[in-house]
T-cell receptor, first 115, second 114 residues
Framework: DGGITQSPKYLFRKEGQNVTLSCEQN?????MYWYRQDPGQGLRLIYY???????QKGDIAEGYSVSREKKESFPLTVTSAQKNPTAFYLC??????????????FGEGSRLTVL | SQKIEQNSEALNIQEGKTATLTCNYT??????LQWYRQDPGRGPVFLLL?????KEKRKERLKVTFDTTLKQSLFHITASQPADSATYLC?????????????FGGGTRVLVKP
């Protein structure tokens, strides 16, 4: 089945450790996104990538890093510089079917807890 | 400053009634606006898209309006059912024509009571 796969679903980290969240898609989409969601709040954009080997900062990029070496993969690293990393992280890709107006397809999310 | 605002208070509604949610934005001129549904602990799911030159869009029991003068979109769920209980999010393209940056509002939780 086509879709977005995020792993791990749950992750615990000690303070001062970096952690990498995986996001893989087999939808052949060019654009991919990472959002962060805090309890009871909406989604905030961390990074996005429109094509391979290119990515842009979103609204809350500090303390995060990404890479886009393959079309299918867009991993997010939460570094020790991120002061409040406990959150629900969502990866998405954008359908090219309607070009500029394509909708986002989301994964099931990764919940990161810093101990 | 730029803002996308949705009513943060939960909307409690009786089954069969129409739920109306608002999405207001300031200092953007989006070419389109999208609505998503999110269930607890899950990723959002796309529902509807409306373009700036469209006044209204319908899909089954859902209706969306878009008023670029008021900078507002309304999202209606008619004949609401308990299965419609979820959080609904609006999203705008906040770099009009300059990229694929989609920014979300805070979402409104809807609870439909039988």
């Amino acid at each position: 089945d086509g879709g977005i796969t995020q792993s791990p679903k749950y992750l615990f980290r000690k303070e001062g450790q970096n952690v990498t969240l995986s996001c893989e898609q087999n939808l052949n989409h060019d654009a991919m996104y990472w959002y962060r969601q805090d309890p009871g709040q909406g989604l905030r954009l961390i990074y996005y990538s429109q094509i391979v080997n290119d990515f842009q900062k979103g609204d809350i990029a500090e303390g995060y890093s990404v890479s886009r070496e393959k079309k299918e993969s867009f991993p997010l690293t939460v570094t020790s510089a991120q002061k409040n990393p406990t959150a629900f992280y969502l990866c998405a890709s954008k359908s090219p079917d309607r070009g500029y107006f394509g909708e986002l397809f989301f994964g099931e999310g990764s919940r990161l807890t810093v101990l | 400053s730029q803002k996308i605002e949705q009513n943060s208070e939960a909307l409690n509604i009786q089954e069969g009634k129409t739920a109306t949610l608002t999405c207001n934005y300031t200092n953007y001129s989006p070419a389109y606006l999208q609505w998503y549904r999110q269930d607890p602990g899950r990723g959002p799911v796309f529902l509807l898209l409306i373009r700036e030159n469209e006044k209204e869009k319908r899909k089954e029991r859902l209706k969306v309006t878009f008023d670029t003068t008021l900078k507002q979109s309304l999202f209606h769920i008619t004949a609401s059912q308990p299965a419609d209980s979820a959080t609904y999010l609006c999203a705008l393209d906040t770099l009009r024509g300059a990229g694929n940056k989609l920014t979300f509002g805070g979402g409104t939780r809807v609870l439909v009571k039988p």
